[in-house]
């Protein structure tokens, strides 16, 4: 415990960096560690870091993305797309895990790695097995549906061109056609031979 004599006085400028904060979250993690002791800690970490491994099997067995993360120090799974052809990525599905009450954020990675897109769930005291087989559900109905999404699209952008190049042919049948009519008017102009000779024309 930290003991100051009476003539000396604890002098603090916020001007100089930093400001006073409330001390009730080091009054509740005192009373967490009188109450679980070290061993208390050891086995809510060994939990997380369990829960976090279990979490990871699931990804790995959907075949869809590759973990990151290793399984030392904090219980974080850290995990990207194999496939980056499939029309969608990490933030659209972070953002389609909102809906299921879920925040996973989706970031980059330091400077000299910015090509590496990744998802990032921490796992806490709180997160239990239960958790990580709904998280991986919801991970999968948000995979599928964007899949049924982009599928969608491009089948209207198949159809968009299929029609283009079908216009495309037919005014290029209509212009050769108009081209050839253009031409054989301009032949019997110059033949006056070729018009009809009931016309009085000899």
Known sequence: MLKLSKNRALRFNPFHGGM????????????????????????????????????????????????????????????????????HDEYEISDHLRKFGWVVPAYTMAP??????????????????????????????????LEAVHAQINTVVKEILITENENDEVGAKENSKKIHDKRRRGRHARHPDSVDKTKGIC
Request: hydrophobic share 40%.
């Open 20 to 87: 006073l904060t409330g001390a009730s979250q080091i009054i509740g993690q005192y009373y967490q560690l009188i109450r679980l002791g070290f061993e208390g800690y050891k086995l809510i970490m060994e939990n997380c870091r369990a829960n976090a491994r279990y979490l990871t099997e699931i990804l790995e067995k959907t075949g869809r993305f590759k973990i990151l993360s290793k399984d030392v120090g904090v219980p974080v799974v850290a995990f990207s797309l194999k496939d980056k052809s499939l029309g």
């Open 112 to 145: 000299d790695a910015q090509n590496v897109l990744l998802l990032r769930v921490v796992v806490r005291e709180d997160f239990s097995r239960t958790l990580a087989e709904r998280l991986a559900q919801n991970i999968e109905q948000v995979l599928q549906e």
